[in-house]
């Protein structure tokens, strides 16, 4: 009796050990440009994920100074990724990059990560 009780806690502890991996948000694995990184002016701005993000939901914004600046409409990428296009050229100076989406789990999640634009960088 004793022993078929440990059995099943033994079934319920690695339940509840796994099943927050299985339901585990979507995160960031790598962005374009990279995140805090100095680069050239950029032509798109992209990043991946570690599930398929739902296109629906989501959304790409650029700001510089705290003001927008205009970009594509955000696209589906290849692995996991979304993409907005960069049409102007941008000026030297710091940027950030806020993404919205949702993973397979549908909740709609937020983030954001900057770059600077440099001159030197575009020299190179
Ligand atoms: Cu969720």
Do not use: C
Request: charged share 15%.
């Amino acid at each position: 009796m004793v022993r078929a009780q440990m059995w099943i806690f033994g079934i319920v502890v690695t339940a509840l050990l796994t099943a927050p991996a299985l339901f585990a948000h979507l995160a960031v694995t790598k962005t374009m440009p990279e995140a805090d990184a100095s680069v050239a002016p950029p032509s798109a701005v992209q990043v991946w994920f570690t599930q398929s993000p739902e296109l629906s939901v989501s959304a790409l914004s650029l700001k510089h100074d705290n003001m927008a600046v205009a970009i594509g409409d955000v696209t589906a990428g290849e692995d996991n990724s979304l993409v907005a296009e960069v049409g102007d050229t941008l000026a030297s100076g710091s940027y950030t990059v806020e993404w919205r989406t949702a993973g397979d789990d549908g909740h709609v999640l937020r983030g954001e990560f900057a770059f600077q634009v440099s001159d030197a960088a575009a020299d190179r």
